[in-house]
């Protein structure tokens, strides 16, 4: 069973960055893909960024490519949503999501899921 555990959101001026982090706890985290959705009030929950098990390749959503840049740290069972340029369209709860194994998390989201971090961006 994994746990997964978010920090780092709050309200930030549009242009300003902010870090989230996942620390997640239970076996093998090297063998976890990693990622971040989002849901805005009243739309549904999204892709963010996701970043593979192995080899650490990342993917973007077209509307973060450029500002946003996930990375992760295998010591330490974390990953990290490292978010630049931030917009007021960026406001959400992000939710980390993590799947062992599996080799997209945009296409297939993993089983495991955080409670959640509100990120509000102001104009």
């Known amino acids: 069973q994994v746990q997964l555990v978010e920090s780092g959101g709050g309200l930030v001026q549009a242009g300003g960055s902010l870090r989230l982090s996942c620390a997640a706890s239970?076996?093998?985290?090297?063998?976890?893909?990693m990622g971040w959705f989002r849901q805005a009030p009243g739309k549904e929950r999204e892709f963010v960024a996701a970043?593979?098990?192995?080899?650490?390749?990342?993917v973007y959503a077209d509307s973060v490519k450029g500002r946003f840049t996930i990375s992760r740290d295998n010591a330490k069972s974390t990953v990290y949503l490292h978010m630049n340029s931030l917009k007021p369209e960026d406001t959400g709860v992000y939710y980390c999501?993590?799947?062992?194994?599996?080799?997209?998390?945009?296409?297939?989201?993993?089983?495991?899921w955080g409670q959640g971090t509100q990120v509000t961006v102001s104009s």
């Open positions: 999501n993590a799947g062992y194994l599996l080799e997209n998390l945009a296409a297939t989201r993993g089983a495991y």
């Open positions: 239970g076996p093998s985290f090297s063998t976890l893909s």
């Open positions: 970043i593979r098990w192995s080899g650490g390749s990342a």
